[in-house]
């Protein structure tokens, strides 16, 4: 049901958790040697770099956003419970808060990388969540005036 506000809401997060897996989300440059190394949302990109094996698991930030925006696509059929959406809705912040901390975790993986005098920049991935945990902050709300307008009606019959 798009036509209640916070469908739109979460439609509009579920396109920045999946925007997130196209964008580059962070990015250095060393001008001296020029290397390059750029975080995605499935692993690192190194130009001019050997990665070494210890980086760890990065496919994990992809994984938590794309489930996060899944939950997020699930939670706008579920309109005749508001409770369920209410529920999805609170798996969906802390997946969206995983993300987060992966992007930082894995960030400051990279920063250990190359030069460390140097600072990496966050691209435009990397600002997507924080949209998505507010847009999921909007339906949430939303869901719960909807939930209260419900019972209130119920009481005047």
Do not use: C
């Amino acid at each position: 049901m798009i036509q209640r506000i916070q469908s739109v809401f979460l439609l509009l997060l579920a396109l920045a958790m999946l925007s997130v897996l196209a964008l580059p989300l962070w990015h250095k440059v060393d001008g001296l040697t020029h290397q390059e190394l750029t975080l995605t949302a499935f692993g690192f990109t190194a130009k001019g770099l050997q990665l070494p094996g210890t980086i760890g698991p990065v496919w994990v930030i992809g994984l938590l956003a794309a489930a996060s925006a899944a939950v997020a696509f699930y939670e706008i059929f579920q309109f005749r419970s508001r409770g369920k959406q209410l529920l999805l809705g609170s798996i969906n912040l802390l997946l969206i808060t995983g993300t987060l901390g992966a992007f930082f975790y894995f960030s400051n993986k990279g920063e250990q990388l190359l030069n460390l005098k140097l600072q990496g920049q966050f691209l435009a991935g990397f600002y997507l969540p924080t949209l998505a945990l507010l847009l999921n902050l909007l339906a949430n709300r939303f869901i719960r005036r909807d939930e209260q307008l419900v019972r209130s009606a119920d009481r005047l019959r």
